[in-house]
């Protein structure tokens, strides 16, 4: 068998073997269904933190952020950021206790 047709015939499975998976939808993963075990960040259980003012502006519009499982409180009005914590209540507990710049 001449190479060329080898090949010919290698790229036509793989193309087959392609188009069924696209047939078959989405991984799983994607789109996971209601048996999941970790809950969406949406579906987290919203928490009404007391947060201060920003000791830099004296705006009272910061938000906690989560990044990479890292947590911090971040002022929409100049940007500041508080201290990185280990979880959502020691981020707003640790902005809380920063001291107003005069």
Excluded: H
């Amino acid at each position: 068998m001449p190479w060329g047709t080898a090949y010919a015939k290698d790229l036509q499975k793989y193309l087959d073997d392609l188009n069924e998976e696209q047939s078959a939808g989405p991984p799983p993963e994607l789109y996971p269904d209601e048996n999941r075990s970790k809950p969406m960040p949406e579906e987290r259980e919203q928490v009404n933190w007391v947060i201060a003012n920003c000791p830099f502006c004296g705006c009272d519009e910061a938000i906690v952020l989560d990044e990479c499982d890292c947590w911090s409180v971040l002022c929409n009005a100049c940007d500041a950021e508080g201290p990185p914590r280990q979880t959502e209540e020691q981020a707003v507990s640790a902005w809380n206790k920063r001291c107003k710049l005069t």
